[in-house]
C-alpha cells in the first residue's frame, strides 16, 4: 500500500489543479493562457502542478482585489483614537 501513495498523491494534485484551472477566470491566471495550463497539468502531471501553484495560479495582484497599503497613521491623526481619551 505504501508503495501506491506518491501515485496516489500526484494524481489528486493532478486533479486538484486541473479543476483549479478551469474554474479560473480567463484574465487573472498569470503566464500562460487557461488552455496552455491545463496542457501542461494533464501532460507533465507532477511538475505542472506544481507549476499551476507557483506561477500560473491567480492572486490578489492579478484580481485586482489586492488593497492600496496606507502609511500608519500616527495616534494624534485618528480621530477615534482621540474620541477614546
Do not use: H
Not at 506561477?55 to 492600496?68: C, D, V, W, Y
Amino acid at each position: 500500500m505504501a508503495r501506491y501513495l506518491p501515485i496516489i498523491i500526484v494524481a489528486l494534485l493532478m486533479i486538484y489543479c486541473v479543476v483549479e484551472v478551469a474554474q479560473a477566470q480567463p484574465y487573472a491566471v498569470r503566464r500562460m493562457p487557461r488552455w496552455l495550463w491545463a496542457t501542461v497539468v494533464i501532460c507533465v502531471p507532477l511538475v505542472g502542478a506544481l507549476a499551476w501553484l507557483f506561477f500560473g495560479r491567480p492572486n490578489a495582484e492579478s484580481l485586482g482585489t489586492r488593497k492600496p497599503r496606507t502609511p500608519p497613521r500616527a495616534p494624534d491623526d485618528d480621530v477615534d483614537f482621540l474620541r477614546g481619551l
